[in-house]
């Protein structure tokens, strides 16, 4: 089994910043990607961002700008800088990744509450 732990929601002013970790463990032989993903309260989840293996990322167009995703130095982690937070990133925000050749497994997700 594949486990992702999120790490990093909270509750934050308007303008503010936080950062999201995810840390992947358990029998992972590969990572073909990982992202995030959000769920704002009576919305469907969506792609914030992702980073392929190769390092390649993809952003959504109401995040481009304001936050970046990377890899953390642990293996298996991926983090999730925000900056310049708005009350419309409020969320549930779920960690993502493709291992083994192609399999998907998400985190229980890590709550980001932003005031305005």
């Known amino acids: 089994q594949v486990q992702l732990v999120e790490s990093g929601g909270g509750l934050v002013q308007a303008g503010g910043s936080l950062r999201l970790s995810c840390a992947g463990s358990g029998m992972i032989l590969s990572i073909k990607a990982m992202g995030w993903y959000r769920q704002a309260p009576g919305k469907q989840r969506e792609l914030v961002a992702d980073i392929t293996s190769g390092g390649n990322t993809n952003y959504a167009d109401s995040v481009k700008g304001r936050f970046t995703i990377s890899r953390g130095n642990a293996e298996n982690t991926v983090i999730l800088q925000m900056n310049s937070l708005k009350p419309e990133d409020t969320g549930v925000y779920y960690c993502?990744?493709?291992?083994?050749?192609?399999?998907?497994?998400w985190g229980k997700g890590t709550l980001v509450t932003v005031s305005s």
């Open positions: 993502n990744a493709i291992v083994n050749g192609g399999i998907p497994y």
